[in-house]
C-alpha cells in the first residue's frame, strides 16, 4: 500500500538531503586523491597545451616536465608589469641553491605580435633560464583557459592596443601540476619555496 501524501511530503527532504549528502561526500572525495607523496593537491589549473618556442620547434607541456617551472603570462609589448615581474624572476632563478634546476615560462597573451623570434630577442634581457612560447591565437586562447588566465585587448592610438592580463606566477612542480600562486615580494622565501619541489 502506498503511503499516506502526508509522510510522502516528510520523506522527500530526507531523500533531498541524502543525495545532497552524497554529492559532498563525492565532491571531497575526489578533492582528497592523493596523487603521491610529496604530489600538490589536486588543481584545476594547468593542462596540456602545444606551443611554439623560440627556436621555432613545439614545446608541449611533456617537454617541460623534470624541474619545476614559474609560468606567467605577458606579452613584449607590456610598458610595466611583465619586464618588472621577469627581472623578479631572473632574481629568484639566480638566488636559488647551486645545482637547483627550474625554469621561468613566458607565455604570450598577444600572439599576433609576439612571434617565437621577437619573445626569443625580448627574454635575452633576462635569466636565460626563462624561455618564451607563443602560438596562433587558437593555442594560446586555450593555454589560458587552462590556467584561467584574464586577458583583453585594449584599444589605444591607431593600430596600437595594450592587453589588460592577469599577472599571477604559477609554481608548477617537476610534473607541470600546479602548486600556488608563487608571491614574487620576498625573493628569498620565494627561491626556497621553489626548492621543496626541486
Known amino acids: 500500500m502506498a503511503p499516506p501524501t502526508t509522510t510522502r511530503r516528510n520523506l522527500l527532504p530526507i531523500v533531498a ?16 586523491v592523493d596523487n603521491g607523496p610529496g604530489a600538490p593537491a589536486p588543481s584545476l589549473i594547468g593542462g596540456p597545451f602545444k606551443l611554439t618556442g623560440g627556436d621555432g620547434k613545439d614545446v608541449t607541456q611533456d617537454d617541460l616536465k623534470g624541474e619545476p617551472s614559474l609560468v606567467f603570462f605577458g606579452y613584449t609589448h607590456c610598458p610595466d608589469v611583465c619586464p618588472t615581474t621577469l627581472f623578479e624572476i631572473s632574481e629568484i632563478l639566480r638566488k636559488l641553491k647551486a645545482g637547483g634546476k627550474a625554469r621561468g615560462v613566458f607565455v604570450t597573451v598577444d600572439p599576433e605580435r609576439d612571434t617565437p623570434a621577437i619573445m626569443k630577442d625580448y627574454l635575452s634581457s633576462f635569466d636565460d633560464r626563462i624561455i618564451g612560447l607563443s602560438g596562433d591565437r587558437a593555442d594560446i586562447d586555450k593555454v589560458l583557459k587552462e590556467y584561467r588566465v584574464y586577458s583583453k585587448k585594449q584599444p589605444g592610438t591607431g593600430d596600437d592596443y595594450t592587453m589588460d592580463h592577469s599577472a ?10 600546479f602548486v600556488n600562486a608563487l608571491n614574487l615580494a ?13
Open 17 to 32: 538531503f541524502a543525495g545532497g549528502a552524497a554529492l559532498v561526500a563525492g565532491a571531497a572525495a575526489m578533492m582528497l
Open 168 to 177: 599571477i606566477v604559477y609554481l608548477m612542480d617537476k610534473q607541470m601540476r
Open 186 to 198: 620576498n625573493p628569498d622565501a620565494a627561491a626556497r619555496e621553489i626548492e621543496r619541489w626541486m
